[in-house]
């Protein structure tokens, strides 16, 4: 049995379900953030219930993400010690900020938030939420730092069979990461439009007494997904240029073209939803269109599959090599016998099914559920009810 492949087919299964997790937790904190700016704005009531209920659906994903975050970087360890080894001076290092910096930081902001409800000054609160957001992308930009090196090293030199880290700076510049982050961000701002307006929808076609919660959720959703799609499409095709600088040949590498081909397409198709809601909001019809409510719960599902078929592209066009002209893939796993990687690809992937299985039934049961009615306490926290 070759370990190789089953070690590639399990880091590539977490990876990506992973990923999923990460997409819409970025999304959702971004869209409650504006929720809750308007509502500390404005005063609406409607729009601290906003805040509330899609700040919940945001607290289950970011929850079990982190499970499911926690059980990739065993793999590190694990599996793929040859990295380590090669690179982990130069390839740790983002991570190691990420986690010690970012993450924490991420999650005691979000501790406060959740009991400061109704237990602070709403100002204060509000920029809670914002360090939040912050540090959330700010964990994406490290974790993009530590991927576009594999891409490109940058910044490094080889010594002594290992890569050492000459200037910190130049990963920041890579050109790896020029357009490869913009389009992550474009990708979780569309991916969390896409829910909050397919939950909407799904509301409506059910008739729901709360047709002005929904309308302005779903207001929000369609802006959001529709700026979403022109950043993705744009920086999409942005980093075409930017490859042909460090990997020229991936564009045209055949294990690439089927999921390019079918990323592009979807890209597409999800930006003519986008402008569809866009055009019906502008006439004051989003809440009659009972197509198009049809259409967006049929296609909360495509940023997740563009995003699968994107990361792909991003690995599989990196091969044969790990760190791109620097260590092949089969040097980096490690020596451990191929039924023991077997064993851990088999647990770790139902590990990954129970979690998203979780996460599914769990914001499936919030979202049908809806808001909380109107006279309900403000006081309580944000995971009342869950």
Known sequence: MNALPIARLQFATTTSLHFLFVLLTLGLVTLVAVMQTRWTLGGKPELLRMTRFWGRLYVINYALGIATGI????????????????????????????????????????????????????????????????????????????????????????????????????????????????????????????????????????????????????????????????????????????????????????????????????????????????????????????????????AIPLPFVAAILGWLVRELGRQPWLVWGELRTADAIADVPAGQILFSFIAFSLLFAALAVADWVLMARVAKRGPDPADEPAELPVLSGV
């Open 71 to 298: 059980v990739m970087e065993f793999q590190f360890g694990l599996t793929w010690t040859g990295l380590s080894a090669f690179a982990g001076d130069v390839f740790g290092a983002p991570l190691a900020i990420e986690a010690l910096v970012a993450f924490f930081l991420e999650s005691t902001f979000l501790g406060l938030w959740i009991f400061g409800f109704g237990r602070m000054n709403k100002w204060l609160h509000l920029t809670l939420l914002w360090l939040v957001t912050l540090t959330a992308y700010a964990s994406a930009l490290f974790i993009m730092l530590a991927n576009s090196f594999l891409q490109n090293p940058v910044g490094s030199h080889a010594e002594g069979g290992t890569l050492r880290l000459d200037d910190f700076g130049a990963l920041f510049g890579n050109p790896a990461l020029a357009a490869s982050l913009p389009h992550i961000v474009g990708a979780a701002v569309l991916t969390g439009g896409f829910f909050v307006v397919g939950v909407s929808a799904w509301h409506f076609l059910k008739r729901t007494p709360e047709v002005e919660f929904f309308r302005r959720s779903m207001r929000v959703g369609v802006v959001a997904a529709l700026l979403g799609a022109i950043f993705v499409v744009n920086q999409g095709f942005a980093q075409f240029g930017e490859l042909r600088k460090y990997q020229p040949d991936k564009l045209k590498d055949s294990a690439v073209g089927l999921p390019l081909g079918l990323m592009i397409v979807l890209g597409f198709v999800m930006l003519l939803c986008a402008l569809l809601g866009a055009l019906l909001l502008i006439r004051n019809r989003v809440t009659k269109a009972r197509f198009l409510h049809h259409l967006m719960v049929a």
